[in-house]
């Protein structure tokens, strides 16, 4: 059955740090890797993806993931964070014909 | 810009009362979901629709029901609404070129006293 754990349930960054959210996915074909991101009170917004090819992936608002196949794992990233980046962050997994399965959530606060 | 809408954004209803929550797409996309999301926690998929007069039930057993009479519409209803049934609901949809994309609404807070 498809998992998706993220391990840090609040992070807590300083406006223009680096960020990094963990995500490890069980699953038990090739997935594909999904960060959403969610504003208090909004639905969700895909942040980027990853099916197949270039391991690294780059989404909108400054962020990337990584995918490690040998680590099942799909870190997000971000070089230098911004107040507004404060939000609710969910990583998913599915497959082909597969619906979603998404992790618990990591809530970041950002402090200026 | 994701075109999805939910109304009510916010519901306060007593027990026993019979509630739906409206979904809408503009995107002419098949497949429809719906998830259920507790307050800091992962969302749990509910219902879903791969089309017209299809629905099928998610990975989380829910009381509540749904329809599809129409592609852009998706209502869930609650028969007779309970305190445990409090929760966020969020539609989401995604295109059969693009089934990977789920495109979510901003969400139903609904609290049953």
């Known amino acids: 059955a498809q998992s998706v754990t993220q391990p840090d349930i609040h992070i807590t960054v300083s406006e223009g740090a680096s960020l990094e959210l963990r995500c490890n996915y069980s699953y038990g074909a090739t997935p594909y890797l999904f960060w959403y991101v969610q504003s208090p009170g909004q639905g969700l917004q895909l942040l980027l993806k990853?099916?197949?090819?270039?391991?690294l992936v780059q989404g909108i608002k400054g962020f990337e993931a990584e995918f490690k196949r040998s680590q099942s794992s799909f870190n997000l990233r971000k070089p230098s964070v911004h107040w507004s980046d404060a939000a609710e962050y969910f990583c998913?997994?599915?497959?082909?014909?597969?619906?979603?399965?998404f992790g618990p959530g990591t809530r970041l606060s950002v402090l200026p | 810009e994701a075109d999805i809408y939910q109304t009510p954004r916010y519901l306060v209803i007593g027990t026993g009362k019979k509630i739906t929550l409206e979904c809408s797409q503009t995107?002419?996309?098949?497949?429809m979901y719906w998830y259920q999301q507790d307050p800091g926690m992962e969302l749990h998929l509910i219902h879903y629709?791969?089309?017209?007069?299809?629905?099928e039930k998610g990975d989380l057993s829910s009381e509540s029901t749904v329809s599809r009479i129409r592609t852009e519409h998706f209502p869930l209803t609650l028969e007779s609404a309970r305190p445990s049934h409090t929760s966020q609901y969020l539609c989401a949809s995604s295109s059969p070129t693009r089934v990977y994309e789920q495109c979510f609404g901003p969400g139903t807070r609904l609290t049953v006293t």
């Open positions: 995107m002419g996309h098949d497949k």
């Open positions: 629709s791969y089309g017209v007069n299809s629905t």
């Open positions: 990853y099916f197949s090819g270039d391991t």
């Open positions: 998913a997994v599915g497959g082909y014909g597969q619906n979603f399965v």
